[in-house]
């Protein structure tokens, strides 16, 4: 049996044992694997594919600021939350200026990212080997696994409250050696399932590490020859509590289903990138 | 010196001029045709490197760098073409000269969904090798790499044409150089080397003069790649025809040239265990000397590397890397040197890379070593790159050479084994 397989039915299990938890909760309380499915999908799998320009602000304890900005391109690679896309084009610092960066993205935990860079000073391109994902993302407070999401499938999921606006889910990870922390707390939004503010804690119960949205605009995008609004987060906050360090995030010009090919996403345009992304 | 100084001065002007000129223009995108999404930048850096010789070397200059380099970067972008101009002007204290070199100036098109065209002077890449090159028979520039420029001055530029066809299956680049881009060899001018005529070191005494094919569409170079992609594996063909990229020949006078080559390869590399391992082969067919009984040019080779890259722990990665170069028809090029020792049969080179990123990826701390357990020489490049600010960025490095036998490729440099330093501002 593939690992995926024993995943799938790990989660089946997991969510009928789950499910009797929630009978004491109003019926309007999706089950937590629902919950977690839906957050999932609306930070990371809204539309077939979107670009938007990232611009981070990193603060470091003593005040000191550093700039990066890249954009940023995104596919869905067939049906379902599964795998993806990225393309990053890196603008600043100048260090990095015109890099560019792609990423294949597998739901299946067991299998390792794609990831390649390409220098243009050395017309080089580099396949970058696997990493660990909880290391900072350009130097920011971001991780990698910030961006390019961290599988639902590698934390236990259990609702430990909820507030007038937000359900607070309590994440568990299944490898603890695998990650720094011990836990995390999602506080996700009731109306749009977006998480709005994760708090990542050490042993025993010690905050180390928050994540905060700060603001979301609805953009609107064509979908299926219809109008509809996907909820964006277009500004956030990720502070190490441990280093006095913060990184501010901005999104603009966020457009989706825009029709990139999954072409995009290869070496050709790995060297020269699309247009799509050069602006 | 005078000259120098003055050299000296201009570039500390253009780059005051430049430097607040840096950033982007657009052209009003409601129009249409040629100018449609027009954007231009201007973007570049001002940079003084100094370095010295550890030891003494009789045939060169104590110092090994000196050099106050300004580079300017303009970017020019419209819908349907890229344009890039990239322009060094340097003063250089070794020569006491100023130069100037166009690192880059050509046109980029896509002007069908199966066809690219890259035009005019570029830098070239491929292969799978890690600062090890088989099929990557685009000009390098080790001068510069050995007295401590910038990573990026390795890869000299080509005057060529590249045109890159795609299908579903597979791809195919074709690049054209209508004349001859040799290597950036070593001279004596910057670096001293052996000399095998003299028998002894050279330097600035012994400066090597080569004859270089320099015939437009006659002495030209073609170079091709197919490649594609299964299962995450990138698989390449490689071939190529052209001429030794650094003189291995020579007239009966003693002049160096630069024979004629052909080569062939292939390569794989993809996702073995937690890492990324690569093979790659190349046959090199001297064409000057095909059964080897010329010694007056380089035999055939095959070169053969396998290497594996891996992330050891946070911010830390690791390659290594096995190289092995095979002399073809070794007995008749035993048999042609007249008493002299020459080369082995066999030449082995193992390549280790480390990088570390701290201080919130910041600081680099890098080093690459290569070592041959046949000549019994090594090369290691220790270097340290921090980002003062996004815009100021300081380096030091060093290029350490040892070996017994001065013959031998890396143990040849010893003399020019030096520390370097760089201040770095870019706009």
């Known amino acids: 049996?593939?690992?995926?397989?024993?995943?799938?039915?790990?989660?089946?299990?997991?969510?009928?044992?789950?499910?009797?938890?929630?009978?004491?909760?109003t019926s309007r309380t999706p089950a937590t694997d629902e919950m977690v499915r839906r957050a999932n999908h609306m930070a990371l799998y809204q539309g077939a594919d979107m670009k938007g320009a990232v611009s981070m602000v990193i603060t470091d304890r003593q005040g000191r600021t550093r700039k990066r900005e890249f954009n940023i391109l995104r596919r869905d690679a067939g049906t379902g939350d599964g795998d993806q896309r990225y393309y990053v084009y890196f603008n600043e610092p100048a260090d990095v200026r015109k890099m560019s960066f792609m990423v294949?993205?597998?739901?299946?935990?067991?299998?390792?990212?794609?990831?390649?860079?390409?220098?243009p000073g050395l017309d080089l391109?580099?396949?970058?080997?696997?990493?660990?994902?909880?290391?900072?993302?350009?130097?920011?407070?971001?991780?990698?696994?910030?961006?390019?999401?961290?599988?639902?499938?590698?934390?236990?999921?259990?609702?430990?409250?909820t507030t007038e606006n937000h359900y607070v889910l309590k994440n568990v990870p299944k490898e603890p050696g695998a990650v720094e922390f011990a836990y995390y707390l999602a506080h996700i939004d009731k109306k749009t399932c977006i998480p709005v503010k994760m708090e990542f804690f050490k042993k025993p119960d010690r905050l180390y590490r928050v994540i905060e949205v700060l603001k979301i605009e609805g953009v609107e995008a064509l979908e299926n020859g219809r109008k509809v609004l996907y909820p964006t987060v277009t500004r956030s906050v990720a502070r190490n509590l441990d280093t006095g360090g913060k990184t501010e995030m901005t999104l603009s010009g966020v457009r989706y289903n825009i029709g990139l090919t999954d072409q995009i996403f290869t070496e050709r345009y790995l060297r020269r990138p699309p247009k799509e992304a050069m602006r | 010196m005078k000259a120098h100084s003055s050299s000296w001065l201009f570039l500390c002007l253009a780059a005051a001029l430049l430097v607040p000129a840096a950033g982007i223009c657009e052209a009003d995108r409601g129009h249409g045709g040629l100018l449609d999404g027009f954007t231009a930048e201007v973007h570049g850096y001002y940079e003084l490197r100094?370095?010295?010789?550890?030891?003494?070397?009789?045939?060169?200059?104590?110092?090994?760098?000196?050099?106050?380099?300004?580079?300017?970067?303009?970017?020019?972008?419209?819908?349907?073409?890229?344009?890039?101009?990239?322009?060094?002007?340097?003063?250089?204290?070794?020569?006491?000269?100023?130069?100037?070199?166009?690192?880059?100036?050509?046109l980029f098109s896509r002007p069908a969904g199966f066809l690219d065209i890259k035009v005019g002077r570029?830098?070239?890449?491929?292969?799978?090798?890690?600062?090890?090159?088989?099929?990557?028979?685009?000009?390098?520039?080790?001068?510069?790499?050995?007295?401590?420029?910038?990573?990026?001055?390795l890869k000299a530029p080509s005057d060529a044409v590249k045109l890159g066809f795609f299908t579903d299956t597979a791809n195919l680049d074709l690049v054209y150089t209508p004349r001859f881009d040799p290597d950036r060899f070593i001279t004596g001018e910057y670096v001293s080397y052996w000399n095998g005529q003299l028998g002894r070191l050279g330097g600035r005494d012994a400066i090597v003069h080569a004859r270089q094919p320099d015939r437009w569409f006659d002495d030209d170079e073609i170079a091709l790649r197919l490649y594609g992609n299964v299962k995450g594996y990138e698989l390449a063909l490689y071939g190529y025809r052209g001429y030794w990229k650094t003189p291995e020949g020579q007239t009966p006078s003693g002049t160096p040239v630069f024979p004629r080559?052909?080569?062939?390869?292939?390569?794989?590399?993809?996702?073995?265990?937690?890492?990324?391992?690569?093979?790659?082969?190349?046959?090199?067919?001297?064409?000057?000397?095909?059964?080897g009984e010329d010694p007056l040019v380089r035999n055939s080779e095959v070169r053969y590397l396998a290497g594996y890259a891996q992330e050891i722990g946070p911010d830390l990665n690791g390659s290594l890397q096995y190289y092995v170069e095979q002399m073809l028809d070794w007995g008749d090029y035993e048999r042609g040197l007249t008493g002299a020792e020459g080369k082995d049969r066999l030449r082995h080179v193992i390549t280790l890379q480390l990088t570390q990123l701290a201080m919130d990826q910041n600081l680099r701390l890098s080093l690459s070593a290569y070592y041959s357990p046949s000549d019994r020489d090594a090369y290691v490049r220790p270097n340290i790159h921090y980002m003062y600010t996004d815009n100021i960025r300081l380096e030091l490095g060093a290029n350490i050479f040892f070996g017994e036998d001065p013959a031998t490729f890396f143990a040849q440099f010893e003399k020019n084994t030096n520390i370097y330093a760089a201040l770095r501002y870019s706009f």
């Open chain 1, 125 to 161: 391109v580099k396949r970058i080997a696997a990493g660990d994902k909880r290391t900072s993302f350009v130097g920011s407070d971001y991780l990698y696994e910030d961006i390019s999401g961290r599988s639902p499938l590698e934390d236990t999921h259990e609702l430990t409250g």
């Open chain 2, 261 to 291: 080559l052909n080569a062939c390869g292939f390569s794989v590399r993809g996702r073995t265990g937690p890492g990324i391992a690569n093979i790659e082969i190349a046959y090199y067919r001297s064409v000057d000397d095909p059964r």
């Open chain 2, 122 to 153: 570029q830098v070239l890449t491929w292969g799978t090798g890690d600062l090890v090159f088989l099929n990557d028979l685009f000009p390098k520039d080790w001068r510069s790499f050995f007295i401590g420029r910038d990573a990026e001055y």
């Open chain 2, 50 to 106: 100094g370095g010295c010789r550890t030891g003494r070397d009789p045939h060169e200059e104590d110092m090994s760098i000196m050099e106050t380099r300004l580079q300017v970067d303009l970017p020019v972008s419209g819908k349907w073409f890229d344009l890039k101009y990239k322009e060094d002007l340097w003063a250089d204290g070794i020569t006491e000269e100023v130069g100037h070199d166009t690192r880059e100036l050509w």
């Open chain 1, 104 to 119: 294949h993205k597998y739901a299946d935990t067991a299998k390792d990212d794609d990831r390649w860079l390409y220098m």
């Open chain 1, 1 to 25: 049996m593939s690992p995926g397989k024993i995943m799938a039915i790990t989660i089946v299990i997991l969510g009928a044992l789950a499910a009797p938890a929630f009978s004491g909760e």
